[in-house]
């Protein structure tokens, strides 16, 4: 979680806030964390609850709130819906860090296991350095680590109701975790995160 403010004045962390205004919406922790941050750094706040993500919008640019917090993904959508994206600014600090991750139905632990290994997988994959760009040459690799990985070892796969390539067919499809987040949320999307 962090915070989005206007460029002008130029503000470099939220520890530099007079007298703020901070947008957070009701019924997130975003609201108690910025509170605890702001207060125990001695900053004079006053937290404007709204009830949407679009409230919210509509409340920094018609000067209800001059600071927004959220999720530091949220900001970044926030940001680019804005009527002047430039004119603000995502701070740099990290307040709080939240759980976010897939989320499946409660019935179903097959899919469960299938998409808690997906997540896994894609982030083995980028530690391990093996790229949509580079499968091929990871199918043939000499590292034990890499082989079970793609499944050219081992038949992890199977365990779980999958092909033993299941993780090669991810990355050939949309990549490591690296990949896939640049394309989608990172420095290659619309939210360049």
Partial sequence: QGFLAP????VFSPLEFKDVKVCAQTGTTNRDNAADFLTTNNVTHEIV???SPDEMIDAYQ???CNVLTADSSQLHALQIRLAKPGDSVILPDIISKEPLG???RQDDPQWFEIVKWTNFAMLEAEE??????NLDAA???KKPAVRRLVGTDGAFGEQIGLTK???ARIVRAVGNYGESFERNVGSKSSLGI
């Avoid at 460029?7 to 130029?10: G, M, W």
């Fill in 165 to 167: 390539d299941w993780v």
């Fill in 49 to 51: 609850e709204v009830g």
């Fill in 139 to 141: 199918l043939n690799s």
């Fill in 62 to 64: 018609k000067g209800r």
């Fill in 102 to 104: 897939p989320v499946v």
């Fill in 128 to 133: 391990l350095g093996v790229t949509s760009k």
């Fill in 7 to 10: 460029r002008v004045p130029a």
